[in-house]
């Protein structure tokens, strides 16, 4: 690992004609070029571990959560990958209590390194995923250093080779997993803290946090299936006037509102949005997996319905997109800025606008109900604590999303706040 930090001449430099192809990926490159192969893996590491760098500024405090479960399941996991090693930390009464201990240490070390990619010059993190590609290519033919094993476990492709749903949350188990077995919080301390003088050194080349945040806003708009432009987010209240059944979503059957059995994330992720068409309320993650169905028959009929009365759905409800949303998409020089930079449509720019809208009040409306559920005694206070740090986290989110659509300044709040209630309130009501 030294060598890998230390050392920029660990590639000679004899090919840098085509390394210009290179410096098109937005990269600083002074190493000898890779072959497109290996370039094309390194890639999409680096974007992996991009990722994982953002779900952790905003959701660290839910991951890799230190409970008795959860280190069950560790045990579980290197069991099942490595049937014959034993893992390092007995099972025994004291080997948990060692566990635990050795679980909280690994993880503060995991997250310190991970989050220090952020302040180190990109080439060193290029050379660490190249270098490690390269000797799993057997293009070089030795062995891998530790830490280049511990990033080989954190970016590794699921097992579909898909990257559209990279599953963060287990490359982060599996790695954790593999750090505590290994011992790396200890034997790899000094690692971290020569990483962090480079990168109190370093220039900054890395992502601005302004870019980290419309490179996560555009990630996120990839990811979903465009629900947003036809279906939003619901007061509670209005589920609340219904009777108890239309309080479950329809295509799951869960309550809504279920803190015991779900957990906050799951509730944020299946809150009920009503589309704009025909006022029916559907969970939003179950309304995503439907538009993401193929079509049984698209010859016949090319259109996805709503699974409750069959009307025709996903077009976007023009008519109904306020306005003003649509003219500060055109417009507004923080939304201008984003559509040249990221190559966006105006559409795009007004659907991140509406599903900001949306999740906005999924967040306010949950963050009510957490209060009114704990109040009601419903709720025990780690839950509460628990559910109240993830909100709050989507919030500081939404609020850094919003300035990025240009929607900051105090006469734009105002502004906000008109065009979330008129688009919240718009379209069918059943
Ligand atoms: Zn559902
Ligand atoms: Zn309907």
Redesign the pocket.
Known sequence: MDQVIGDHNHYSSKDLAAAATLVGLGLRVQDAPASSEVYRQVKRRRSRLDELRELIRYEEASLMPIYDDYMANIRYRWAAENPSTPFRISASPAGRAILQAECIKARTWLLDLIKLHQKIDRSHTLRILRSMVEKQAGIDSRPMTELEQFYMKLTDPDEDGHDTEWDFEDHLDATLTLTIHNNWAETHKDTLERLRQVASRAPFRSLSPSQLITHRMVQKMRRTNKIDAFACAIPLSTIKQHSKEEQL?P????EYLDLHKFSIKDLIA?YPVRMKYCGHI??K??LETWMATPLVDPARYPYRTCPICRVPIGKRCASDVPEAIHNHACHNAYAKKIRQERDLAINDISDGILGCISEELVVQQLMVEVRQQQLDGNLDKLKERECKEVLERSLKALEEEKRMWGFEEKDMSKMWEKVSSEWIESGAHT
């Open positions: 979503c295509i799951c059957q869960n299946d559907i969970g993650s179950c």
